[in-house]
């Protein structure tokens, strides 16, 4: 068996007309192939080896990509909810005012031998324009953006997955998209309400003894599916 080294990008996010396109490394990609397992007892409560039977395979893959430029980086469209094996679940922008921007995914894929059908329910997930060195006020509540630390920008799309008589996979489908954004900032004052549709979850303005007054929000929200 070779040996090999450095990051793959098994979801083909990277690369001239792809999603993240050429403003991107993909520094981790880990793909997890899990299987669902069942077995009984005996009569006196002992396992019974040859009932250990395992099913219903999946892949499920985490990746992780960081910019490799400074300046503001074009709005990004990702599709997934198609008729496709593969299915994204998630996408989450992390931001830092000392550091390059972040991109993490997560997303699963049901291999050939056990891949049923998705039913097409396509959407695009759209990540806004953002800096790829430092950090944005998506939400647009802060007096000044210079004054923001760090952000976060999450967006998510729900999969239901069901399996046929034998516990095999049978059908699924993706409905449910949500967007949370976290802002944190260097600021005394209470930041104000995003602007519809984004809903307030909280706001923080927490006071420690060793550094500037400082305030967060986290906002939600939701968005209609596919016509």
């Known amino acids: 068996m070779g040996k090999n080294y450095g990051a793959v990008d098994h979801l083909n996010m990277t690369g001239s007309g792809r999603p993240l396109g050429t403003n991107f490394y993909c520094v981790r990609c880990v793909p997890t192939r899990a299987k669902e397992s069942a077995n009984e007892t005996n009569q ?38 198609s008729g496709d094996a593969m299915a994204v679940e998630s996408v989450v922008l992390q931001q830092e005012n000392k550091k390059y921007a972040r991109i993490r995914m997560t997303a699963h894929e049901h291999p050939e031998q056990n891949f049923g059908e998705h039913l097409d329910n396509e959407r695009t997930i759209t990540l806004p324009a953002f800096l790829g060195f430092g950090a944005n006020d998506h939400l647009g509540v802060f007096e000044s953006e210079l004054d923001v630390q760090r952000s976060e920008y999450n967006i998510t799309v729900g999969h239901e997955d069901d399996s046929n008589n034998v516990g095999e996979h049978l059908v699924g489908r993706s409905q449910g998209e949500m967007h949370r954004v976290t802002v944190e900032a260097i600021t005394d004052e209470l930041p104000d309400e995003p602007t519809a549709p984004w809903k307030t979850e909280d706001r923080q303005t927490p006071r420690l003894n060793n550094e500037q007054y400082r305030a967060s929000i986290t906002a939600s929200k939701l968005v209609a599916g596919p016509v």
């Open 44 to 81: 006196v409560g002992e396992y019974d080896p040859d009932t250990h039977h395992s099913f219903n395979e999946v892949i499920r893959y985490e990746a992780e990509y960081v910019s490799k430029v400074r300046t503001e980086i074009s709005a990004i469209e990702i599709t997934t909810g």
